[in-house]
């Protein structure tokens, strides 16, 4: 059987056709439509991540969304930067304990389902417990003195 296949980045608009090699035949035809759904929603989300989805319509929503996020990220270091207190980082204090609970119980399921996250939640934990004693004035800046 030969097939077929377009090598479209827009994938709505892929189409596969399966032809006897004997005979020159048409056997099977398949398109994005025959597609399961969820492969179907998946094909548009990544169809609309590349730009190919509604041509420049979709790549200028990129592009927007882009600008929009590194102005989000300097806006934020900004408006931190002039908020925190003179010579610390300006860390919060530690919360009560009814809401660590809460933060740590939602930690916990993020980190069981996402293993890059319980992996950096280990490193900072063993740099707080274990390398920043060693350095209190680093402490004090970051705003990690634990009461004595």
Not at 15 to 40: K, N, Q, Y
Not at 99 to 104: G, S, T, W
């Amino acid at each position: 059987v030969w097939k077929l296949t377009s090598a479209t980045q827009n994938r709505p608009i892929a189409r596969t056709v399966e032809f006897d090699p004997m005979t020159g035949d048409v056997l099977a035809r398949s398109g994005f439509a025959d597609r399961h759904p969820i492969d179907r929603v998946i094909g548009y989300g990544i169809a609309w991540h590349e730009g190919q989805l509604f041509g420049w319509v979709n790549q200028l929503v990129g592009v927007l969304t882009a600008l929009a996020l590194m102005l989000l990220a300097v806006s934020g270091g900004v408006m931190w930067w002039r908020r925190r207190p003179d010579g610390s980082l300006g860390a919060p204090p530690h919360p009560g304990d009814a809401k660590l609970r809460v933060v740590a119980a939602i930690t916990l399921v993020m980190a069981a389902l996402l293993p890059m996250l319980a992996l950096s939640l280990i490193v900072v934990f063993v740099f707080d417990r274990l390398i920043l004693p060693r350095f209190p004035r680093t402490a004090r800046w970051l705003n990690r003195t634990r009461p004595a």
